[in-house]
């Protein structure tokens, strides 16, 4: 089990944590954020687990730009064949289709 560290007080924190933590152990190596203050807590919580080298953040601040980038990670990793259905979004399919870790080399 990867590191989780103490409960930080902050429900927000906490709950961000957890949720990168899993999406780390689902295999997801790309994260891809606008940042907002909404969202704060999920973008702190992002560069700490990008500076303990566990995932790659991609921070844009248009959402639109966000969800083709997305997309383009998918296809690029394979987590989803380039002829995907257009109209689900971009998390939903990444989170669906990437539910083991790829590499490269495997190919």
Known sequence: MP???APSGSPATDFSVVLLAELERAGVRDVVLSPGSRSQALALAAVEFERQGR??????????SNGFLALGLAVEQECLPRSSRRRERPSRICIRRCSRPTTRESR
Do not use: C, G, I, N
Not at 55 to 64: A, G, K, S, T, Y
């Open 3 to 5: 590191f989780l560290p």
């Open 55 to 64: 995932l790659r953040l991609h921070v844009r601040l248009d959402e639109r």
